[in-house]
């Protein structure tokens, strides 16, 4: 078997069925998938519509989170604040903001904290506004008088805490020996490949 390999004669049986909660589970993951990509693409609007143009989801996210929840703050402490393990997509992230004039550095010892500049506050302040006219308003119907939306939040971080300790538990029960990554690079042609013949 090539490295990198899917050993076909090593899965699971055809016949595999699964339990209804696991049906369920589906439903849950495939919703979650859908709200992902509407929740970035909002994320985006909202802050187009405040006046931001060009950065993605995760720099406003990022954006977000050094203006209220993880104000100067270290890049570990950011990552951890937005549950993001790998510390160069905040990094990459930070460096666009800083670019833009959105987010400072100061240094304190030998670590760089992070703030909002004074750009930064408006902007986060305008997307705060434009959220609260246009779609706090459609929650009404919903939230009205129920705790429905805490309800959810409160399923969605213990659903959180399930997938990281599954995780764990997933990972110990693999085999000792690693197996190695696919190959998701295409092949490079080499330079001298033959020209078609004419």
């Known amino acids: 078997m090539k490295a990198g390999r899917v050993d076909r004669d090593a899965r699971p049986a055809a016949t595999f069925e699964p339990s209804a909660l696991s049906r369920q589970l589906s439903d849950f993951e495939f919703t979650l998938i859908i709200l992902t990509f509407g929740f970035s693409r909002w994320v985006e609007k909202c ?7 060009g950065l993605s989801a995760q720099d406003i996210l990022v954006l977000h989170s050094v203006n209220h929840r993880a104000r100067d703050r270290r890049v570990s402490d950011i990552c951890m604040v937005l549950n993001i393990d790998d510390p160069h997509l905040v990094t990459y992230a930070l460096k ?103």
Not at 47 to 53: H, L, N
Not at 162 to 188: E, H, I
Request: aromatic fraction near 6%; include cysteine.
């Open 96 to 198: 666009k903001l800083q670019a833009a004039d959105l987010v400072e550095t100061t240094a304190i010892g030998r670590e760089r904290h992070y703030r909002t500049t004074a750009a930064g506050d408006a902007a986060c302040l305008a997307y705060r506004h434009v959220r609260e006219e246009f779609l706090v308003p459609s929650l009404s119907w919903i939230a009205e008088g129920r705790d429905v939306v805490p309800d959810v939040a409160a399923f969605l971080r213990t659903m959180t805490a399930l997938y990281d300790q599954a995780g764990r538990f997933a990972l110990a029960a693999s085999p000792a020996t690693p197996v190695p990554p696919l190959r998701t690079k295409p092949a490079r042609r080499s330079r001298r490949a033959r020209s078609p013949a004419t």
């Open 47 to 53: 802050m187009e519509a405040a006046g931001v143009r």
